[in-house]
């Protein structure tokens, strides 16, 4: 957003109410507006109306305002649309009572028209009077603060009765007053971005607490400088819990008052906020500072600065950027950080942080990619004999012709007469593709495949066997969803899949049944509720049933939740056209969708953007004609945006 549109984030009023009654009180001061984001003041006359009721209410008790406010000083440059605004005033109190009271009005969405004085529809909101107020209090407005939320930030814009205010009503108190509660707060310093605990007697047992931070005057009370809050009432009027602050960017370090309203009674206790201050130097360090291309390693950084975006990422030899490695993290109440780091283009020679993009924070650390080691993997690791399996590897010698043969388990006695058929290659980049076909004539066992290549060699765990199952996932906490894939069972049988505990019984989970396909393989889920289970059995419904069981550990933590990014399809040939849909997305913002590497580099193919709708989901297709792609990636184009890759293979 250009800094004009800015601008008309010094919004200074909302609500959709009626107009207010006649007897409502009018005063036109002249009132001094200190704009967000560096973009000046603002200074004129804005008229305000307050309707206070009702006239007379008992000490302590509730008064409720509609407010309605003239055209702002402020303009905006530009027009925009559907923009988030809270407004509240502040009004003095004289007379029955002194100090400051706050209206603050719900949050709506409005349109901002350009170079127009920004009119704001009426709003309504209660307050409390104090419980020691008695007889005639008259209320004169001082300051309008008004929120508005731009690109993810919530902008404050403070507008001072500088000139000509005056009173806008009076409210009588009068009758007997309650008890009123009490509230306190830490004594010393507390952090930004940290939980303030909270106590206090006498409040409404059953009420519901809602904490506010106000200036240091009872002023600008504002709930949004709580992120977060478990304050709640005993039956024995006991007010307990927590508070937790917004980050240093919305809470400056300061003398504040924390107010809490339960809706019948409030209490106000000081509170001192002061961010961390650094002790030394800022200094990071990558653990570790090696590694093949590939890696992810973990930067970690103190003395910073608390709540800053860092930024980090690699650096070519000439100390330029490498865009497409950058990450973003934040910093803790303490200063520090920690992030993942992925080491994605074999340029990298150094790693570089800064917080924000502040070049006075700048800090580098070098980091050596060196060769990596030859991998192997061979999908599932099961094979029936005669039997074909996908393989793929990495750090192979580019333009290598690979050979293969089946060993024993423990690497001895290796048969190339068991491979019946083997179609392994290398590309230039060192990764191996391809597939290899077991001898039908091949005992069931347990082997390694052994693949060789110009002197590097490696194995990996197969598994030949005339019918098998395959778990995906084999590991999870409790409530995970497992796919069951069987191959080799009896064309058209019944099989009963049932989960197994470490003694061989059954688990409590029940038993799921599925009829094998015509090539006598089947998949179907299985969900893992026992704690108990250790493996997962398929047993045919048969008088000579095949039974095949396979291992499965259950984790703590929840079950994965389901991918917010997805392809269809996931593979193809060139020239496929694939539909890429996404969710949990930042509402309205835009993702570019590109194809990616191995190296991690973009592809050839043009990137395609979307906007994000307001449910956070986007949906676009994308035309794969490179063929080196090996991944698709969707990017938030934010300074924090969230970045998915979903692997895509080129048939």
Not at 379 to 405: C, E, F, N, R
Not at 428 to 448: E, H, K, N, W
Not at 471 to 491: D, E, M, R, Y
Request: charged share 10%; with cysteine; hydrophobic share 40%.
């Amino acid at each position: 957003m250009s800094t004009p549109a800015l601008l008309a984030v010094s919004i200074t009023g909302l609500g959709l109410v009626a107009a207010p009654a006649a007897q409502a009180g009018t005063v036109t001061p002249t009132v001094h507006c200190s704009l967000p984001a560096g973009q000046g003041e603002a200074t004129g006359p804005q008229s305000m109306t307050v309707e206070l009721s009702p006239s007379i209410v008992d000490p302590g008790g509730s008064v409720h305002a509609k407010v309605t406010l003239g055209g702002s000083p402020a303009t905006s440059g530009i027009s925009l649309s559907n923009v988030p605004t809270t407004p509240s005033l502040d009004l003095a109190m004289s007379g029955g009572a002194t100090g400051t009271v706050t209206v603050r009005g719900p949050e709506i969405t409005m349109n901002v028209p350009a170079n127009t004085p920004i009119l704001i529809p009426p709003y309504e909101g209660d307050f409390l009077i104090p419980v020691n107020a008695s007889g005639p209090i008259s209320f004169a407005p001082i300051r309008t603060l008004t929120q508005t939320k731009v690109l993810g930030s919530t902008y404050q814009t403070p507008c001072d009765v500088t000139a000509g205010g005056g009173s806008v009503g009076t409210v009588t108190a009068q009758g007997t007053a309650g008890v009123p509660a009490t509230l306190t707060a830490p004594g010393g310093t507390v952090r930004p971005s940290t939980s303030v605990p909270l106590s206090g007697e006498l409040w409404t047992p059953g009420g519901t607490p809602v904490p506010a931070l106000c200036d240091a005057n009872g002023g600008g009370c504002d709930p949004g400088k709580f992120t977060s809050s478990t304050l709640s009432i005993n039956a024995a009027k006991q007010l307990t819990g927590t508070a937790t602050l917004a980050g240093a960017g919305t809470v400056p370090d300061g003398s504040y008052l924390v107010k809490v309203n339960d809706g019948a009674k409030e209490a106000t206790a000081p509170l001192t906020v002061k961010a961390f201050t650094p002790t030394g130097p800022r200094a990071f360090t990558l653990s570790p500072n090696q590694g093949p291309v590939g890696s992810v390693i973990t930067v970690s950084g103190t003395n910073h600065r608390q709540d800053q975006w860092i930024n980090i990422v690699g650096l070519d030899a000439a100390g330029l950027t490498l865009d497409d490695t950058a990450v973003y993290v934040k910093t803790t109440p303490d200063g520090t950080f920690s992030g993942a780091f992925t080491v994605s283009d074999p340029a990298i020679v150094a790693v570089q942080t800064d917080e924000g993009g502040d070049p006075a924070t700048t800090l580098t650390r070098p980091f050596t990619i060196t060769a990596a080691a030859a991998t192997l993997t061979t999908g599932a690791g099961k094979v029936k004999p005669g039997g074909t399996l996908t393989v793929s590897g990495t750090g192979w010698p580019a333009g290598a012709a690979p050979t293969a043969s089946l060993c024993a388990a423990d690497g001895s006695a290796c048969d190339p007469a068991l491979i019946g058929s083997s179609a392994l290659t290398v590309a230039g980049d060192g990764r191996l593709a391809g597939s290899v076909s077991v001898a039908s004539g091949a005992p069931q066992a347990t082997y390694l495949l052994k693949v060789q290549a110009n002197g590097v060699s490696q194995t990996a765990a197969l598994t030949v066997a005339k019918y098998f199952i395959v778990l995906s996932t084999s590991n999870g906490p409790a409530g995970t969803k497992v796919t069951v894939v069987g191959q080799g069972f009896a064309p058209v049988a019944t099989v009963a899949i049932t989960g197994l505990k470490a003694n061989g019984s059954g688990t409590s989970d029940g038993t799921k049944t599925k009829i094998v396909g015509l090539d006598g393989a089947f998949s179907q889920t299985f969900t893992v509720n026992d704690p108990a289970t250790t493996a997962i059995r398929v047993k045919e419904v048969l008088v000579n049933p095949r039974t095949a069981v396979a291992a499965f550990t259950v984790g703590t933590g929840t079950p994965p939740p389901a991918a917010g990014f997805a392809l269809s399809p996931d593979s193809g040939k060139a020239g496929t056209v694939v539909q890429v849909t996404g969710s949990g997305f930042a509402p309205v913002a835009t993702v570019a969708v590109t194809g990616r590497r191995a190296d991690g580099s973009q592809t050839s193919d043009s990137y395609v953007t979307r906007i994000i709708g307001l449910d956070g989901t986007f949906a676009l297709n994308f035309t794969v004609k490179d063929p080196s792609t090996v991944a698709l990636r969707a990017c938030e184009i934010l300074i924090n945006g969230k970045t998915v890759q979903r692997a895509f293979t080129v048939l």
